[in-house]
């Protein structure tokens, strides 16, 4: 990454169909048809739509993504934003009014003395 | 086109289509093909392998493709293209490289599909600037392409051949164009059209194989 290279932006008349990878930081406000697979953060504005998978650092969505979410560190679904798909991350949120259709997949420990027939996570 | 520009950052590489009404910068990477009705720079640090369509394009990084402005094309001192440049207003600043066709058109019309094609049917040579005929050899541009779709006159493009640069070039990319070439105007050099096969091996005396096949492709 350059320095003098600003933050991905993919603005709302815009629309990809592909693959979107490597490294960095983008905000998408318009439309990705495909897959993310990217090291860095992604920002799924209000009005932006993401169809396919999403693999990526840190995902903050206000928008509507179509697909699993897998992130090394933190999904977050801000009020207004959907998820329509499995999330797997170590770090969840769901903000008030956000949507998950999907489950959600963790990996944590549970206290000895609790960890039963229901164990840690699948 | 609405607010600010989009923009592709360095570091990050898209594999496909990219179209919309939108300003876009490429400081990264985009493999495919990119329609906009708003303006496209590929920055210094930028590279686009595909066909570029835009109200205007600016080059200061790498295109590889040909590249098709409403308004201009413009190819930036340090940038890199190979392809055909085609606008109204086609500007290659001194310190660029560029490999390609030059297609200026004054009339305003949208980009036509296939320029270089129609052009040399009717206006045949002249028309046209034929600014800079060079053998390409950026045969990764047109990774796994095959020249069905290359128009025979393309064939005529060839004025001067690199020997060089045509050995180079792998032989199923010049072999249909070469043919053509050997049917309608044999070039010095070149093989009769008897051993089509074999002449592929030989140095295709065609300038820019590449320019315009993935045009063709896409199209089909």
Redo the contacts between chains.
């Keep these: 990454m350059t320095s003098r290279s600003p933050i991905g932006y993919i603005g709302r008349g815009l629309s990809l169909n592909g693959r979107l990878g490597g490294e960095g930081e983008v905000r998408i406000d318009g439309m990705l048809e495909g897959e993310v697979d990217m090291r860095g953060r992604l920002e799924v504005g209000e009005d932006a739509t993401v169809r396919g998978p999403v693999a990526v650092s840190t995902a903050v969505v206000s928008g509507r993504i179509h697909g699993s979410v897998r992130a090394d560190r933190s999904v977050t679904i801000r009020e207004g934003g959907r998820i329509d798909g499995d999330v797997h991350a170590s770090s969840v949120a769901i903000d008030d009014g956000g949507v998950l259709a999907g489950g959600v997949h963790m990996d944590f420990e549970l206290p000895d003395d609790v960890s039963g027939p229901q164990g840690e996570g699948s | 086109?609405?607010?600010?520009?989009?923009?592709?950052?360095?570091?990050?590489?898209?594999?496909?289509?990219?179209?919309?009404?939108?300003?876009?910068l490429v400081?990264?990477?985009i493999d495919?093909e990119i329609r906009?009705?708003?303006a496209l720079v590929v920055?210094?640090?930028g590279s686009v392998r595909g066909e570029v369509r835009a109200r205007s394009v600016t080059v200061r990084g790498v295109v590889v493709g040909d590249a098709y402005g409403v308004e201009s094309v413009r190819v930036d001192d340090g940038a890199r293209m190979v392809g055909d440049a085609t606008a109204p207003r086609v500007l290659i600043v001194e310190g660029a490289r560029f490999r390609g066709r030059i297609h200026m058109r004054d009339d305003g019309s949208p980009p036509p599909r296939a320029p270089s094609r129609r052009r040399r049917r009717r206006g045949g040579r002249g028309g046209d600037d034929d600014a800079v005929v060079e053998p390409t050899r950026l045969r990764e541009s047109r990774g796994g392409g095959d020249a069905r779709d290359v128009p025979p006159d393309r064939a005529h493009r060839a004025e001067r051949p690199e020997r060089a640069e045509r050995a180079e070039r792998p032989a199923e990319r010049s072999a249909p164009r070469r043919t053509e070439r050997a049917r309608s105007e044999p070039a010095p050099g070149s093989e009769p059209a008897s051993e089509p096969r074999r002449a592929r091996r030989g140095p295709p005396p065609l300038a820019m194989p590449r320019v315009g096949r993935t045009r063709g492709q896409r199209r089909s």
């Design positions: 086109m609405n607010d600010k520009p989009s923009i592709i950052p360095a570091g990050v590489t898209f594999r496909g289509d990219v179209q919309g009404d939108a300003d876009l400081f990264g990477r495919g906009l009705s708003g920055e210094e640090s």
